[in-house]
């Protein structure tokens, strides 16, 4: 690990202002700190965020939930508000990590997570996200845990969270500030899919400090499902998973929605997929045009083609778990 200045600002203004090259913020440290110890971050400076006022869960104004960027993943997920309104986020972070690490971990930091790409975590082999330029280790390697949609000659890394699965499905937006001011960023448009530039996970620009993620007041929290694939029963990223949300009017469907983690740079959605099914019956063929539809143009690689018809079944499964009501 190098040398690094720190600092622990308390107020957001100053936080910003002290945010200069080979600058990094740090929250709970459960990924950073991981990666500064394998030498994939080499930070001259550190801000730690924990003194910034950014703990609160709140109702907004418009009836939705703003959740600061500090609130650790266990508050969240134990929050009575979020259990009652928003299950498909409760499951979907304690489907992640351990009691440990969710007692950490940050929901700014969780959105900043980087890849699980065992290449990424070795400096001695090419990788374009750590090393632009550098070659792919993961394209002709090791690739079980990787991609199988939207990814590029460059890099077939995946997402790894959980909690931002749920976040997909639920159209969640995430508050910003930085030296240019604050702004809002739909969740849809906040992660990138790796395309030329694989260095860049998100939209965020690196000078800019995450305060906080907003749900909508439309939960759908009675028909709600997350569904997490994983080679453990605990303590293991997602192979695949599925966050599904349900409206139905009788047997059809209202509103539809679901998002896939396990499989891309992103989580996953198609919303025009979403939109073809309303009015539809919300049966197992309807599930399956879905799934398709999802999946449509996935590819796979030596080790993990069989994420695709993993990802079909789990999908379905989801979707009729949601169908049948919220499991409490
Ligand atoms: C062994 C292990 C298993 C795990 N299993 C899972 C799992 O199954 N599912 C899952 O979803 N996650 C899992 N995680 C990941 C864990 O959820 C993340 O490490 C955690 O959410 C990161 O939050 P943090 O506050 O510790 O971030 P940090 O490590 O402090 O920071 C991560 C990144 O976010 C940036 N950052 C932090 N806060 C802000 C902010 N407010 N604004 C701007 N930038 C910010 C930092 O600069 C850094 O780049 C696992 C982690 C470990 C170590
Ligand atoms: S998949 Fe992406 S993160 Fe993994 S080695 Fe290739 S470029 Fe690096």
Redesign the pocket.
Known sequence: MNRFGYAKPNAVPDAIRQHGPQT???????????LMKENV?RPEQLID?NGLP?REIETTPEGGLRIG??VK?AEVAYHPEVQRRYPLLAKAIL????PQ??N???T???????TRCYYFYDVGTPCNKREPGSGCGAREGQNRIHAILGHSEQCIATH?????VALAALQAKVE?SGPQGDRVIDFADFHRLPGDTPERDTN?EAD????AVTLPAESLAAHSAYLKI?DRAS????LVSVAAALELDGERFKQVRVALGGVAHKPWRLPEAEQALVGQVADKAAFGQLADRLLQGAQGFAHNSFKIELARRAIVRALTEAAGGTLQ
């Open positions: 990094h913020f740090i929250a709970g440290g459960t990924n950073l700190l991981d971050e965020v950014l960027a500090l993943n489907a992640g990590a351990s690490l969710r950490m971990a940050s700014g930091g969780n959105l900043l997570q980087r790894p969270s959980d909690m931002c910003v965020l800019e400090l995450i305060t994983r303590y293991a990223f997602a």
